[in-house]
């Protein structure tokens, strides 16, 4: 069975404020994808990262994904109110003709102002 | 584009009961997944559906089925609810779900609980 662990569980962090959140396995994955969900709302994709020790950035986020494709991290520079949510992340292998996704528990981020 | 649709949103039921909820796709898309997302679970794939055909399952019991017609709408069947059935099923659709170039949209979820 593959797992995918999420670490910190929970965040509660002040405006301005650097974080990282880390998503470990023991499992390879062809690709990890990194989604944000808000209340109420569905996981929404963020980034797919595919190649070990790629890096992705989108404007104050980083995404890393570990050179054995096992790992991957998510680093927020300077975080903002509209950063909180839940964060995922899932790792993707092909199943049956498809690609089957398993997610982590999700890391619930609250920034404060 | 519009997005992916669930309905309903909210529902309440007791325990015995049988429940169906519905997901229509984005247009043009031929995946469709389910997943049940409790706080202790997290988000646990239920099964996915491409061309009116199962094209893999999760490990949930029986009690759990799912259809998809020809449409590509989709509707997820849980029979003889238990209280630990209580969770947002989320339903997510792609184009055909064959790499990560695909992307899956999810919709807002139904919100399922079983008294």
């Not at chain 1, 890391?107 to 102002?113: A, D, G, I, R």
């Not at chain 2, 247009?27 to 988000?43: C, F, M």
């Not at chain 2, 029986?62 to 020809?70: A, I, T, Y």
């Not at chain 2, 590509?72 to 238990?82: I, P, Y």
Request: net charge positive.
């Amino acid at each position: 069975t593959q797992l995918l662990e999420q670490s910190p569980q929970f965040l509660s962090i002040q405006e301005g404020e650097n974080l990282t959140v880390y998503c470990n396995s023991s499992s390879v994955f062809s690709s990890l994808q990194w989604y944000r969900q808000e209340p109420g709302e569905g996981p929404v994709l963020l980034v797919t990262v595919v190649t070990g020790g790629e890096v992705k950035k989108l404007k104050r986020l980083t995404f890393q994904f570990g050179d054995a494709r096992k790992d991957s991290s998510l680093h927020i520079t300077a975080a903002q109110p509209g950063d909180t949510g839940l964060y995922l992340c899932a790792g993707e292998t092909p199943q049956g003709g498809s690609e089957k996704l398993v997610f982590g528990k999700g890391t619930k981020l609250t920034v404060n102002p | 584009k519009a997005g992916v649709t669930q309905t309903p949103r909210y529902l309440i039921k007791t325990r015995g009961q049988q429940v169906t909820l519905s997901c229509s796709p984005i247009s043009g898309h031929r995946s469709v997944s389910w997943y049940q997302q409790t706080p202790g679970q997290g988000l646990q794939f239920l099964f996915e559906y491409f061309s009116e055909t199962q094209r893999n399952k999760g490990n949930f019991p029986g009690r759990f089925s799912g259809r998809q017609f020809s449409n590509s709408r989709s509707e997820m069947n849980v029979s003889t609810l238990e209280l630990g059935d209580s969770a947002l099923y989320l339903c997510a659709s792609s184009l055909e779900r064959t790499g990560y170039t695909d992307t899956q949209y999810f919709g807002p979820g139904t919100r399922l609980t079983v008294l």
